[in-house]
């Protein structure tokens, strides 16, 4: 793998991001944690007018840690550092808010989008649903600077760890691994689900293997919609090409299942939440075995 830009915080330096990998890969899974980081860039923190505990409301809660287990079932997880709220590379690479900017945005940036719109840029305006993050506008070439060098490098090693995976065993699947508020919009029926599993409306994953996921979570007792609210984000849609064997899943968590939304830790719930993780995927990886590889095998 390339070179690892590193992150400077209050306390130091950190890798933008962390690769875990098993001895030996046995599984064409790969796992992927881009919301997780929770190391604060001073070049973020020095403009920011939150607290500590407030910017922090857009991340994925421990979701790294959540799915720590990929390396013991055959499997690796790449992990951002950086935190969503400093730069999200489940977007378009320059999806960018001229109005957050000193200077003048090249001409490629996409301005207009709805996520943009919404202040969920690959810069985002806003944590959680309303709060600003910036006292003072951003100097353009730092925040181009964040696209070049941290964005790139971490899809960079993603696509080659997912290339990699791929030319091992003639497939890839991506489970971009994400959780959600408890507070998330319910849906007419009322319904607030333990578990969204999006795979862009059937267009990034092949159904069998969604079929797989989803009977996963619902096996174990919890509540699974598919693709409501969430159909999954920039890294499902760039990923997922089930025509080339290329396929990507996401998975939200409510966050309440695991953790203290309001003190930002894992409650008794995480423990059992991990462990039911381990044993939905690792069968995953079974059946994708049983199914897939061993008819290729066969051959």
Known sequence: MATVPTVITGD?????????????????????????????PRSLTDLSKLDARTIRRSEDLFVDELFGFAPEIGAPLIAANFPR????????????????????????????SLRVAGG?????????????????????????????????????ALGALI??????????????????????????SGRRP???????????????LVAMATSGFSGLGYDVMRNKP????????RYGKPSIGQHAIQIEISRSLYSDEAELRPHQGFATVRSELRQIFTQMAFDVEREYLRPLAAE
Do not use: W
């Open 230 to 237: 969430y159909a999954g984000g920039f890294i499902t849609e």
């Open 163 to 188: 290339a990699r995976t791929k030319a091992a065993f003639g497939m890839a699947i991506l489970i971009d691994c994400h959780s959600m508020p408890s507070t998330v919009r319910a849906l007419p």
């Open 194 to 208: 333990d578990v969204v599993i999006g795979d862009r409306y059937g267009t990034s994953a092949a159904a069998r």
């Open 85 to 112: 709220a400093f730069l999200d590379v489940n977007r378009e690479p320059y999806e960018l808010d001229q109005a957050m900017f000193t200077g003048r945005l090249p001409d490629y940036a996409n301005t207009g």
């Open 12 to 40: 130091g330096e950190t890798p933008a991001f962390e690769l875990f990998e098993p001895a030996v890969p046995t599984t064409p899974l790969v796992f992927c944690s881009p919301h997780s980081g929770r190391h604060y």
């Open 120 to 156: 969920l840029g690959t810069i985002p305006k806003i944590v959680a649903e309303d709060t600003e993050i910036y006292r003072a506008r951003i100097d353009v070439e730092e925040g181009l600077e964040r696209v070049e060098v941290f964005y790139r490098s971490f899809h960079e």
